[in-house]
Each structure stands twice: as structure tokens, then as C-alpha cells.
């Protein structure tokens, strides 16, 4: 029972220092959001390299550049699409001519694998986040930003708290055992009680910012789940040990990198 308790408290310190970081880059906008968002970003894409790099051949600076590019092409608010896509493509060719040397010279190549490790890094993990970080620029949104992450947060809490204390019925156990569904609707309820809090609150109308709340209260869940997915495949609990309690970075963000490009499609596109 002490070490239960004992763990739940360092998730809770450990859970604030995180929160409060990001509250305060979402606050001050601009360069502080940029570059909480992209450490953020590179450390979680740092981590499934990591996994990653245990089995297949990765060409981890190529890596890196092609997502420094990425998170730049949406400073100021402006989304350049063209940049992301020619970033990636020729990010794709320059680890394939490294390939053809390394087989010129060795007889051995990883082309394909590279190519697919080292990109699937940016496009599931650095695009999302570029996309929460181009969220601050739209009209409201401080306001869509807090409500992304207290959502997700809010789902995140339950699912565990609830999960922890009464699930019974696994919700899939060949990938994550631990995670139950009655985890899986106490997440949804949390979720939409936030959503729910905020806009009574705030005095906000609750549309759009209701559909942020359903975003979260599932989304996310199965964002956690596909995480889970890699790790089970892998052989690996966490993707790291940076924050107590709670894993590597993107155990922690695992579950708002599909809510936050869920979240931009709707208020860009649709919206």
C-alpha cells in the first residue's frame, strides 16, 4: 500500500512539472511555445529511436534534421505543407544513397527498414506536434490548447485512477494487460467532464469546443494503445525512464499526438 502511495505521488509531482511547463509555453506563445513544443517532440522521437534502433538500422541524424525542418516550417503560425512533404521525401533519398554506399561497400543495405524507421519517427511523432504547436496561432487558441491538454490529461487520470482500482475487463490484453474498459469509459467520462468544467467556467459556447472533449475521450485512448502496440512488439515497458513515475516523454504525450492533429484537422479544415 506504501509503495502504491508512493508512486502515485511521484506521478503527481512529476505529472505538475510537466503540466506546468507546458501551460507556461502555451502562455507565452511564440519562441517559449516553439521551443517547448520541439523539445517535447525531440525528446519522444529521441526515445523511439531508441527502441527502434535495438532492432532495425537507423539513420538517427537524418532523423533529426528532417524533424527540425518539419517543426520550423510551422513557425509563425503559417503551415507549409510543400516543406514538410519535400523534407520528408528528401529526407527518404539521402538515407538511401547512404544505404547504396554502405552495400557498395560492404555488401550489406537496410534501405527499406531505414527508410521506414527513421521517417515513421517524424510523421507519427514530430507532425503531430508541429500541429499542436500551430494551434496556439489560431484565434482562440490559448483556449483550444488548455482544453486539448486538460482533456486529454483529465482522460489520462481516470483511466488510470479507475482502471487502477476497479477494472476488471481487459480491454486488450495482447497488447497492453493493464489497461481495462472500465479504464477505457472512465477515460471517456473524465474527459468530457473537463471538457464540461471548462466551458461552464470559462463562459465559453460549447461548440466547437465540445468536439475537443470528444476527441479526447477516446482518441486518445487508442493513441496510447498504438504506443503500447510498438512496445509490445519491441520487448520494452517504457519508451524511457526521464520523468519519475510515469516513463520517457512519450509515455507521458503518447495519448495527444493523435488528439492534437485530430484537433487541427477540425479547426483547419473543417472548422
Not at 482500482?165 to 490484453?173: K, T, V, Y
Not at 481495462?180 to 473524465?190: C, D, H, Q
Amino acid at each position: 500500500m506504501a509503495g502504491s502511495s508512493s508512486e502515485f505521488l511521484l506521478r503527481t509531482v512529476s505529472g505538475l512539472f510537466i503540466a506546468g511547463a507546458v501551460v507556461g509555453g502555451i502562455y507565452f506563445g511564440g519562441w517559449v511555445w516553439f521551443c517547448v513544443a520541439s523539445v517535447f517532440a525531440l525528446l519522444s522521437l529521441g526515445e523511439y529511436y531508441r527502441l527502434l534502433g535495438k532492432h532495425v538500422r537507423l539513420s538517427r541524424g537524418i532523423g533529426y534534421l528532417c524533424a527540425l525542418a518539419v517543426l520550423l516550417s510551422g513557425m509563425g503560425g503559417l503551415l507549409r505543407p510543400m516543406t514538410v512533404i519535400l523534407t520528408l521525401v528528401l529526407s527518404g533519398y539521402a538515407i538511401l544513397m547512404i544505404e547504396m554506399w554502405r552495400r557498395q561497400l560492404t555488401g550489406q543495405s537496410d534501405g527499406a527498414t531505414n527508410v521506414g524507421g527513421t521517417l515513421s519517427g517524424v510523421l507519427l511523432i514530430v507532425v503531430p506536434w508541429m500541429c499542436i504547436m500551430l494551434l496556439r496561432y489560431f484565434p482562440t487558441g490559448t483556449l483550444i490548447l488548455v482544453t486539448l491538454f486538460a482533456c486529454t490529461w483529465g482522460c489520462d487520470v481516470m483511466a488510470y485512477l479507475v482502471g487502477r482500482r476497479w477494472g476488471r475487463n481487459r480491454l486488450c490484453e495482447q497488447i497492453s494487460p493493464n489497461k481495462t474498459w472500465e479504464g477505457f469509459i472512465a477515460g471517456a467520462v473524465g474527459s468530457m467532464f473537463i471538457n464540461a468544467a471548462m466551458i461552464y467556467f470559462l463562459e465559453q459556447p460549447p461548440y466547437p469546443l465540445f468536439i475537443i472533449g470528444l476527441i479526447c475521450s477516446v482518441a486518445g485512448q487508442f493513441s496510447d494503445l498504438a504506443e503500447s502496440l510498438i512496445k509490445r512488439e519491441l520487448g520494452e515497458k517504457d519508451s524511457g525512464h526521464l520523468i519519475p513515475g510515469h516513463g520517457g516523454v512519450l509515455d507521458r504525450f503518447d495519448s495527444i499526438l493523435l488528439n492534437g492533429i485530430l484537433t487541427y484537422l477540425i479547426f483547419e479544415v473543417l472548422l
